[in-house]
T-cell receptor, first 115, second 112 residues
């Protein structure tokens, strides 16, 4: 089954403890992206990757890192999480780009709580 | 900077009604316009994608239109059902193909 898989689904952590949220897609997509969703603010892009080893900042990249060493994986790294990073995170992928003729495929989300 | 607005924020209708969800965007230089559905605790499911050169797309009871010149898109749902209850999000694809800019969504409730 074609899908975007995020892990974990739920994560509670403490301020400053490094964490990684994994994202993997099995559709051989070139483009991958991370979004966060907050009440009243909607979905905002954190980082995106157009291809392996090519990543760039979205609208809200502060406090996050990503890497794209393989086409299928695009982990989101929080080196020193803070309470304002408490949010619902989504990974997404598409064949070539976000604005092409194929829709974005989303994972089921990771709900992160930082205390 | 592109801004996407969805009106209304919430909508309640009885089963069987036809309804229209509205989406507006400030920059007409978009690559495409996508409509998604989000169920509580779940990810986003793509409903319809309209490329910038197209005017509308249809899938089953759903029809989405795009008017770039006026910066508007509508999602028409025919003969609504309780299973249509969800949050509907529209998103404009930027011309660089690097991002979708999302509206805040319309939460639809269809009562039986």
């Amino acid at each position: 089954e074609a899908q975007v898989t995020q892990n974990p689904r739920y994560l509670i952590t403490v301020t400053g403890k490094k964490l990684t949220v994994t994202c993997s897609q099995n559709m051989n997509h070139e483009y991958m992206s991370w979004y966060r969703q907050d009440p009243g603010l909607g979905l905002r892009q954190i980082y995106y990757s157009m291809n392996v080893e090519v990543t760039d900042k979205g609208d809200v990249p502060e406090g996050y890192k990503v890497s794209r060493k393989e086409k299928r994986n695009f982990p989101l790294i929080l080196e020193s999480p803070s309470p304002n990073q408490t949010s619902l995170y989504f990974c997404a992928s598409s064949p070539l780009q976000a604005g092409g003729n194929s829709p974005l495929h989303f994972g089921n989300g990771t709900r992160l709580t930082v205390t | 900077k592109q801004e996407v607005t969805q009106i209304p924020a919430a909508l309640s209708v009885p089963e069987g009604e036809n309804l229209v969800l509205n989406c507006s965007f400030t920059d007409s230089a978009i690559y495409n316009l996508q409509w998604f559905r989000q169920d509580p605790g779940k990810g986003l499911t793509s409903l319809l994608l309209i490329q910038s050169s197209q005017r509308e797309q249809t899938s089953g009871r759903l029809n989405a239109s795009l008017d770039k010149s006026s910066g508007r898109s509508t999602l028409y749902i025919a003969a609504s059902q309780p299973g249509d209850s969800a949050t509907y999000l529209c998103a404009a694809g930027n011309q660089a193909g690097t991002a979708l800019i999302f509206g805040k969504g319309t939460t639809l409730s269809v009562s039986s």
